[in-house]
């Protein structure tokens, strides 16, 4: 890489998107932030407009750009790092989503995951894919919006519904990975990391399974190429007549929690990190094979270098952590952040009063869809 160009990052959270440039010592040159709206339809639900993800990862690129006067065709790469799980599906001519992206949080199949319980499949679909059965990951979503899509949403009507579309190769689905990729270079691309939370993905074949594609009725025409988390060959890039004014290789993605689990030089057996957010995730590296838990932990895709072999992880996710703050300010308890640590310094105990944060369910140990926050 020459030394007068810079790396581009891609972070798109859970509640907003940042874009941040590097220069060859790693120190950040540029460094821009949007938030995006939260829609809450109905209890329990969650979803995000895809196309406002789109132009605000357009305006943080953009306005980082210009803030430190740099050219974009000084950018050798971007790289993208986002919300996991979270699940869309888009028109493959017109790039507009049929409907908004279900997020991660959103628990409204939890009767289907239940069905699938009852049915015995846990250990079936645990062992293909490291994963508890949970509304969590993106399986039951895309098989929500393939049923529930209205196809009056689509900007052209068709008389075919939504899955027969589908089947016809007329929608794609992604990870909003994917989705930021195909807007980007116009590819239907994931990476691994992002492939291993859909509940769809064998990680000891390392594809996509098809009985798990017939168990939640998606058809494998929607479904985008899993490539390496870092790729020498790219995703694609950037048009030189788009938004950047380049040609811009798109060169590698991963979930966030993946990212920052390469981000903190995990690169070991055993190396481990913790990360607060919207929830709280810790990833330890397992190295080249797939490690099981007895405790309620997620074995998952790490991370995969360009011709290297897959890094595996282990993995407990809290949905609740930071967004538990942000309701303490949505009810007005606290009108800062910063007021959470001053008011536990100020008692010495909780005098047995405890907070359970199941705010969107329980994540690990306990994979509880029905669990709802509650003081005691």
């Not at 306990?366 to 926050?373: L, T």
């Amino acid at each position: 890489m020459p030394e007068n160009t810079y790396v581009g990052a891609i972070d798109q959270g859970t509640t907003g998107t940042r874009f941040m440039v590097f220069d060859h010592a790693g120190q950040v040159v540029a460094n821009a932030y949007e938030k995006h709206e939260q829609i809450y339809p109905e209890p329990g639900w969650v979803e995000h407009d895809p196309m406002e993800i789109w132009e605000t990862t357009k305006a943080v690129v953009s306005r980082a750009l210009r803030e430190a006067g740099l050219d974009p065709e000084r950018l050798a790469g971007l790289g993208i790092t986002n919300q996991r799980e979270t699940t869309l599906i888009w028109d493959e001519e017109t790039g507009r989503p049929i409907y908004n992206a279900l997020v991660w949080q959103d628990r409204r199949t939890t009767d289907r995951v239940e069905e699938v319980q009852a049915d015995g499949k846990v250990e079936w679909i645990r062992e293909k894919t490291g994963l508890e059965c949970d509304a969590y990951f993106s399986a039951t979503k895309a098989e929500w919006l393939l049923d529930n899509a209205d196809p009056i949403k689509l900007e052209r009507i068709r008389p075919n519904d939504v899955r027969d579309r589908a089947e016809a190769g007329e929608l794609l689905m992604g990870t909003v990975d994917s989705w930021l990729i195909y807007r980007l270079t116009g590819n239907h691309v994931t990476d691994v990391t992002n492939a291993s939370r859909t509940m769809l993905y064998n990680i000891r074949e390392m594809e996509w399974d098809d009985d798990l594609l017939e168990e939640f009725r998606v058809p494998s025409e929607l479904l985008p190429q899993v490539r390496p988390s870092s790729d020498d060959a790219y995703y694609g890039h950037t048009d030189g007549e788009g938004f950047l004014g380049a040609e811009v290789p798109v060169a590698g993605a991963l979930g966030d929690q993946q990212a920052a689990l390469f981000g903190q030089a995990c690169f070991d057996e055993g190396d481990a990190k913790n990360t607060y957010g919207t929830g709280s995730f810790f990833l330890m590296n397992t190295g080249e094979e797939p490690v099981a838990s007895d405790h309620g932990l997620l074995t998952t895709v790490g991370f995969q270098r360009s011709g290297e072999p897959v890094q595996y992880a282990l993995e407990g996710a809290i949905f609740a952590t930071g967004a538990a703050i942000e309701w303490l300010e949505d009810v007005e308890l606290i009108e800062d952040p910063t007021e959470t640590a001053e008011l536990a310094r100020s008692v010495d105990s909780t005098d047995g009063v405890y907070v359970v944060p199941a705010f969107t369910g329980l994540g690990a140990p306990h994979w509880d869809g029905r669990a709802r926050g509650t003081i005691v």
